[in-house]
Every structure is written in C-alpha cells, then in structure tokens.
T-cell receptor, first 114, second 114 residues
Framework: DTEVTQTPKHLVMGMTNKKSLKCEQHMGHRAMYWYKQKAKKPPELMFVYSYEKLSINESVPSRFSPECPNSSLLNLHLHALQPEDSALYLCASSQRPGARGAQYFGPGTRLLVL | AQKITQTQPGMFVQEKEAVTLDCTYD???????LFWYKQPSSGEMIFLIYQGSYDQQNATEGRYSLNFQKARKSANLVISASQLGDSAMYFCAMWGDYGQNFVFGPGTRLSVLP
C-alpha cells in the first residue's frame, strides 16, 4: 500500500481566515514533505520532516506553519494568506529522507485564496 | 546548486510505440538519486522509477526504463509500447544527499495519439 491521503481536496479561504491542511500515511515512512505547485509549473519543496522533526524549511513565509503531531500525520496551518498563495498543495512521504527512496504523493489540496 | 533540465516541453507519440523523454542534471553532490514522476491532469504525482548515483545498472520498472549516463549527467526515461493512459506531464527530479533538496525539472507533456 503506497497511499498518502490529503484532506480537504478543495479549499477556498479569505485572506483573514485560518485553515489547516491534513496529510496522513500508514506506510511507516519516517520522512514527510509539503510541496506547493502553481499551474503549469513543477512542485516546489516547502518543508521536510524527518523522524517527526522539521529538517528543511525552504524559506517559506511564516503564514505557512507546518506541524507533525506523530509519524503518520502532517499538518499545514494557514493564516493570513495572500491570493498568490493559491495553488495545489501536495504532501509526500518516503521511508527516510534522502536520495535512496521514492517519495509517494497524495492527491493534493487545491487552495484558492480570495 | 542542483538543477534539472528537460528540454522537451511537449512530445507526441503514436500508441504502441516507444518514446524517450530527456533529462539532464547538474549537481556537486557525489551521492544523489534521480526520479521520474507522472502527473495526469487529475494532479496526483505518480512515482515511476528511481536510479541511484552509485547504481551500476539502469533501472527498469515494467514498461519504464531509465537510461542513466553518469558522465553525461543524463537520466532519460524510456516508455515502451505507449498507451493512451500515458498521456500526462512527466517530471524528472533529483535529491542530493549533501544539498538536502528535492528539485524537479520543468516537465515534459506527453501526448499519446491513437
């Protein structure tokens, strides 16, 4: 089973709202990732959690706040977003971080900020 | 810094024929992994194949094979016997062990013609 689930599938929020994206995997993977993908562009890495600790933050604005409550769950808390933050947000997991394992992606959350 | 180049924005192939999607990379990491992903219009990123920088043999997964030429820094994807369901965006990606970053190329849109 290589399933990564993400909720919600679609999200519309105003610039003053607070919302959260959720990602879950039950493959025993110890690395989890958040990506942002704009239309017709490749995904861009935002955050990496390794063994439930934040290991990489790609200079993401503080209005995005990741959280890893346990080894199976990854959240992305959103606050005071801008319209340019509208994108597809993808979660992924791998057995461990690094060059020797594939990342398996969830279906993504399509976010629209009004 | 790591960089992936995919020089073919779009490709067409006749059903049942083979097609090669080009990928070249640049990294100073001695240890890295190369990946290919497929992204249909639904948005989900599907892992296809992986090649480690120290692997002696080219990777194969069913109809997918990776033509790895380390000296040329190329990692081309070969799809044999194309199917209509292969129509999608294809991304080449790399993770460098020391750079600790997962970088995607710009992608190639493949269209399989009946």
């Amino acid at each position: 089973d290589t399933e990564v689930t993400q909720t919600p599938k679609h999200l519309v929020m105003g610039m003053t709202n607070k919302k959260s994206l959720k990602c879950e995997q039950h493959m025993g993977h110890r690395a989890m990732y958040w990506y942002k993908q704009k239309a017709k562009k490749p995904p861009e890495l935002m955050f990496v959690y390794s063994y439930e600790k934040l290991s990489i933050n790609e200079s993401v604005p503080s209005r995005f706040s990741p959280e890893c409550p346990n080894s199976s769950l990854l959240n992305l808390h959103l606050h005071a977003l801008q319209p340019e933050d509208s994108a597809l947000y993808l979660c992924a997991s791998s057995q461990r971080p690094g060059a020797r394992g594939a990342q398996y992606f969830g279906p993504g959350t399509r976010l629209l900020v009004l | 810094a790591q960089k992936i180049t995919q020089t073919q924005p779009g490709m067409f192939v006749q059903e049942k024929e083979a097609v090669t999607l080009d990928c070249t990379y640049d990294t100073s990491d001695p240890s890295y992994g190369l990946f290919w992903y497929k992204q249909p219009s639904s948005g989900e990123m599907i892992f296809l194949i992986y090649q480690g920088s120290y692997d002696q043999q080219n990777a194969t997964e069913g109809r997918y094979s990776l033509n790895f030429q380390k000296a040329r820094k190329s990692a081309n994807l070969v799809i044999s016997a194309s199917q209509l369901g292969d129509s999608a965006m294809y991304f080449c990606a790399m993770w460098g062990d020391y750079g600790q970053n997962f970088v995607f190329g710009p992608g190639t849109r493949l269209s399989v013609l009946p």
